[in-house]
């Protein structure tokens, strides 16, 4: 994102909770860095507070509103955030870090991507201290709980209170094709017929 002469950069989140979808300019926010520490620090108010913000319902994108007013998103609500914006302050020193696969389950969704942790640690006990809070998870792709897909992105905001259930796998739970008449035919037909017992055989010959 360009930096206009004498002005910060734009930034723009979209937050998605269990039944709302939020977008607006996070106040005070300039950096990802900036946002992952308001999101991380007990001590900063318990809401985001989005500027020219819009809402709308979950699975309805074209039941959008856009609102006259400061909008204010209690950040426990959170289950993740798009970040569009510079990810951090020039000049920033990052950790050494390795990429792992991770998927977390944060009703009502399945997140798959990967999660930066330290080099040589044990994936499942970094992932139990990593959901103590909000964290990256890059690469993200985003199903339902049956495995429809409903998004990805290069890089989203997970709140760990949200996730359920983690484990450091790529797989995910996926969703099944309902079977077509002609594949219910053909299975009906390869079935074993079933072996009559003794007593049915007896009465046959009879």
């Not at 900036?34 to 985001?48: C, G």
């Not at 994936?123 to 990805?152: C, H, I, K, Y």
């Not at 484990?167 to 219910?184: D, S």
């Amino acid at each position: 994102m360009r930096k206009l002469e004498g002005r910060l950069p734009e930034v723009r989140i979209e937050i998605v909770t269990a039944t709302f979808v939020a977008s607006g300019q996070p106040e005070g926010i300039h950096d990802l860095g900036r946002f992952m520490e308001n999101l991380n620090n007990p001590a900063i108010a318990r809401h985001i507070e989005l500027r020219n913000p819009a809402i709308r319902p979950l699975y309805r994108a074209q039941a959008h509103v856009e609102l006259d007013s400061a909008l204010l998103v209690r950040r426990d609500e959170i289950i993740f955030a798009n970040f569009d914006g510079p990810y951090f302050t020039r000049g920033a020193v990052k950790p050494a870090e390795v990429d792992v696969p991770a998927l977390l389950m944060a009703p009502p969704f399945q997140i798959q991507g990967t999660v930066a942790l330290p080099p040589g640690a044990d994936p499942t006990q970094a992932l139990r201290s990593l959901v103590q809070g909000f964290f990256a998870v890059r690469s993200a792709r985003v199903f339902d709980a049956d495995g429809n897909p409903l998004g990805e992105g290069e890089q989203i905001i997970v709140n760990g209170a949200a996730v359920q259930m983690t484990a450091a796998t790529r797989r995910h739970i996926e969703t099944i094709a309902p079977k077509t008449p002609v594949q219910q035919r053909l299975e009906g037909a390869a079935a074993p017929k079933p072996v009559a017992e003794p007593a049915e055989r007896a009465e046959r010959a009879a």
